[in-house]
């Protein structure tokens, strides 16, 4: 079983399991007892004027970008977090081998946080084409 502490939780993918880390996640995030928990909400790929780019690998490096910076608003980073939830308009391979691959760079050197990926058919502005909320954990 491969299992890393970091401060605030543990990350664990159970040997039973096939491991995930070509796919940019975890099975599975224990949280120690009273940690502090910070719940993201769904983070669009708008810049901070509200402006949306129409294309898909934009709108994600913005998302990522607008989560490091409401982390670090609170005094969290990317490592943080324990779980994400990623809806994506239209999914396709192309789509999933995108954020797979912005995961891997952006969380080189910690665990990847546990992901559910789910595909929609539209989100809060018709011109989005990503939202992602995450969970994060601090001492």
Sequence with gaps: MNKINTQAFEIINPDTLY???RNG???IAVVKPNMR????????GENKNGELSP???????????NIQQ???SVQATLSDIAVLRVLIVDHDAQKHQ??????VDLWKTHEFPVCTLIPVTGLALP???IEIEATAYTA
């Design 19 to 21: 491991h995930p880390k």
């Design 25 to 27: 996640y975890s099975h």
């Design 37 to 44: 928990i910070i719940h993201l909400a769904g983070q669009g």
């Design 55 to 65: 294309f898909f690998d934009q709108q994600v490096q913005q998302v990522f970008y």
């Design 70 to 72: 409401a982390l670090a």
């Design 98 to 103: 995108l954020v797979i691959k912005t995961i």
């Design 127 to 129: 011109e989005m084409q």
